[in-house]
């Protein structure tokens, strides 16, 4: 039996994630938009991959807790 508490929780993972995806996209979009292609290049070394690889990992441990929560039953 599933409690209010573990649909909440999903409730909010989901919206984590759809938060990062959006996160992702305003970062990808802040890089394209550099007046030249070197700052283009510069903002895409120094702030779009680090960044992607946090956003990236912090994607994959919600899913991953989303999963354990579920997979209790």
Partial sequence: MTTLPQFALTFLGVLFCIGDVAAL??????????????LRWRRLVRGVLPGT???????????????????RQ
Wanted: hydrophobic residues 60%; aromatic residues 10%.
């Fill in 53 to 71: 690889a946090v956003l990236l990992g912090l994607l994959l441990l919600a899913f991953t807790q989303l999963m354990l929560l579920w997979s």
């Fill in 25 to 38: 996209g305003l970062l990808l979009t802040w890089q394209e938009r550099a007046p030249s292609p070197d």
